[in-house]
């Protein structure tokens, strides 16, 4: 399975792609928040991070997130419909128009907590926080589709829901975002049994 740390990179591209960008959501369709909704959508997607979220995130910043957040979701669906050669060249455009590099920080505390003295960032110091984060998403999907666990990227398989998620099971068999995706299909497919059955 993934490390931890691209787990945590892999999460926060599913949180980023599924709140910034329009489509469908259980069922219904789903517009993405604009003005100053959307700055909220950041925060709540990256809440995790709130610790590293500027106090003022400015509207530039989340237009970059967002125009992340769409190529993140082309990456999901390219995988989806298995054309990883797709995924793959817009995982290396995010990676250019992200500025991703791999580089060591001294973590918070240089490691005197029993934390590791050293993190691995993808992106430089002086770096917007909305590049970091892309940067970060950006190498997360390249380990993915570059690796052994390209699979795991998914789009929710329920009706009328688009929303992506990261394949975490032991056995690669998830197919939703979302167990009320999963029950809503369940369900669906109930209905339409017992309604053959009369």
Do not use: I
């Not at 590293?52 to 125009?67: G, I, M, W």
């Not at 380990?143 to 789009?155: K, N």
């Amino acid at each position: 399975m993934f490390d931890s740390h691209v787990a945590v990179l892999l999460d926060h591209a599913v949180a980023l792609v599924n709140a910034l960008t329009d489509g469908e959501a259980r069922g219904r369709p789903y517009v993405a928040p604009r003005g100053a909704e959307l700055l909220e959508a950041v925060e709540g997607a990256l809440s995790d991070t709130a610790a590293s979220l500027p106090r003022t995130l400015d509207a530039a910043q989340a237009e970059f997130l967002v125009a992340a957040a769409r190529s993140m979701r082309e990456v999901f669906q390219a995988m989806r419909d298995d054309r990883q050669d797709d995924a793959a060249a817009t995982v290396n455009r995010l990676l250019r128009d992200s500025g991703a590099r791999p580089r060591l920080d001294r973590a918070a505390g240089g490691g005197r907590d029993g934390g590791p003295p050293w993190q691995l960032h993808f992106h430089g110091a002086d770096d917007s926080f909305a590049a970091g984060h892309s940067a970060g998403c950006a190498t997360g999907l390249a380990l993915a589709v570059g690796g052994s666990l390209a699979s795991r990227l998914g789009v929710c398989g329920a009706d009328r829901c688009d929303r992506v998620y990261v394949d975490t099971s032991r056995n690669a068999a998830r197919q939703f975002c979302s167990t009320a995706c999963q029950n809503r299909t369940k369900a669906a497919a109930f209905r339409t049994r017992k309604a053959a059955a009369t």
